[in-house]
């Protein structure tokens, strides 16, 4: 039983999903400088389930192709035999079900916009379609187009009408996860003609993104400094023992792109988190 709920639970790619998802959902919400409601829970939720489906699609749909090559796809539960097709097939309907009654308490425009996910989801991950050969649409918890909806989304939850801030957080979320699926191609095997097309395509992305991000956080002020300044100090917390410990051990102080990668998203979304419960408890307190 236990082993068959950690690979239930495996589908989600918790480790890298979670944070992803808290993120951009709460940066879309926050970006609508409303005050926080149950609506915003709903589609954060909602949003949780998409990335749980996500997952389990493509699992479902790879898993013939993944037991050709174990040893590149471990992390896939349907074709190692822990999940069978029919308890994946359930888990999808159950969790699209629910996405969907959530999307629908948020609000017609939140359900409607739910559903075209749902649907941008199952293209996706349609095997026979083949889009998966396209770098920048595989299945990945960093994907631009299916975090941008849930930006999106973030946003709907606590105002329907976007306004110019929401755009530049769906943009943000847009272009800096678009320079990671471009550092993502890079590292593989390529020729220097595409590396030189990947790492134009990145410099841009990330050149657009940073741009944005100085729209946002410092004209625009999106976020209180100490909820920037606690994102600082958290990702801190989270490298600088790396960094030493690689020192310790007579290595270059570089880390991984992955591990920073995972402590950047998990630093915003413990801030953005923060940013939406310190207010809460405050007014909590104050009655």
Same mark, same amino acid.
């Given at each position: 039983?236990?082993? +068959?709920?950690?690979?239930?639970?495996?589908?989600?790619?918790?480790?890298?999903?979670?944070?992803?998802?808290?993120?951009?959902?709460?940066?879309?919400?926050?970006?609508?400088?409303?005050?926080?409601?149950?609506?915003?829970?709903?589609?954060?939720?909602?949003?949780?389930?998409?990335?749980?489906?996500?997952?389990?699609?493509?699992?479902?749909?790879?898993?013939?192709?993944?037991?050709? +090559?174990?040893?590149?796809?471990?992390?896939?539960?349907?074709?190692?035999?822990?999940?069978?097709?029919?308890?994946?097939?359930?888990?999808?309907?159950?969790?699209?079900?629910?996405?969907?009654?959530?999307?629908?308490?948020?609000?017609? +425009?939140?359900?409607?916009?739910?559903?075209?996910?749902?649907?941008?989801?199952?293209?996706?991950?349609?095997?026979?379609?083949?889009?998966?050969?396209?770098?920048?649409?595989?299945?990945?918890?960093?994907?631009?187009?299916?975090?941008?909806?849930?930006?999106?989304?973030?946003?709907?939850?606590?105002?329907?009408?976007?306004?110019?801030?929401?755009?530049?957080?769906?943009?943000?979320?847009?272009?800096?996860?678009?320079?990671?699926?471009?550092?993502?191609?890079?590292?593989?095997?390529?020729?220097?003609?595409?590396?030189?097309?990947?790492?134009?395509?990145?410099?841009?992305?990330?050149?657009?993104?940073?741009?944005?991000?100085?729209?946002?956080?410092?004209?625009?002020?999106?976020?209180?400094?100490?909820?920037?300044?606690?994102?600082?100090?958290?990702?801190?917390?989270?490298?600088?023992?790396?960094?030493?410990?690689?020192?310790?051990?007579?290595?270059?102080?570089?880390?991984?792109?992955?591990?920073?990668?995972?402590?950047?998203?998990?630093?915003?979304?413990?801030?953005?988190?923060?940013?939406?419960?310190?207010?809460?408890?405050?007014?909590?307190?104050?009655?």
């Amino acid at each position: 039983m236990n082993a +068959k709920l950690k690979a239930l639970l495996q589908l989600e790619r918790l480790k890298h999903s979670l944070p992803v998802t808290i993120f951009v959902s709460l940066l879309g919400a926050a970006a609508t400088q409303s005050n926080p409601s149950l609506l915003l829970l709903f589609v954060l939720l909602a949003n949780l389930c998409v990335s749980w489906l996500y997952f389990t699609l493509r699992d479902l749909q790879f898993a013939p192709l993944d037991v050709s +090559k174990q040893d590149k796809q471990p992390q896939n539960p349907v074709a190692t035999g822990l999940i069978s097709p029919k308890t994946a097939n359930i888990l999808l309907l159950l969790v699209g079900i629910i996405a969907i009654v959530l999307y629908a308490l948020a609000g017609i +425009k939140t359900l409607i916009t739910g559903v075209v996910l749902l649907i941008v989801v199952f293209i996706l991950n349609w095997r026979k379609l083949g889009l998966q050969k396209r770098f920048y649409l595989k299945t990945s918890p960093y994907h631009f187009l299916v975090n941008s909806f849930m930006c999106l989304l973030g946003s709907l939850s606590l105002n329907p009408v976007l306004n110019q801030v929401s755009l530049l957080a769906i943009g943000f979320v847009l272009f800096i996860l678009l320079y990671a699926s471009f550092i993502d191609q890079a590292r593989q095997v390529v020729s220097k003609k595409t590396l030189r097309i990947l790492n134009i395509g990145a410099v841009i992305s990330l050149t657009l993104a940073i741009l944005l991000a100085i729209a946002m956080f410092i004209f625009v002020a999106l976020l209180p400094y100490w909820i920037v300044g606690l994102f600082m100090l958290l990702l801190a917390i989270m490298i600088v023992p790396q960094i030493i410990e690689r020192r310790r051990e007579k290595l270059k102080p570089n880390l991984d792109y992955d591990v920073f990668r995972i402590a950047v998203f998990r630093a915003a979304a413990i801030a953005m988190m923060v940013h939406f419960l310190v207010p809460l408890v405050f007014h909590l307190f104050s009655q």
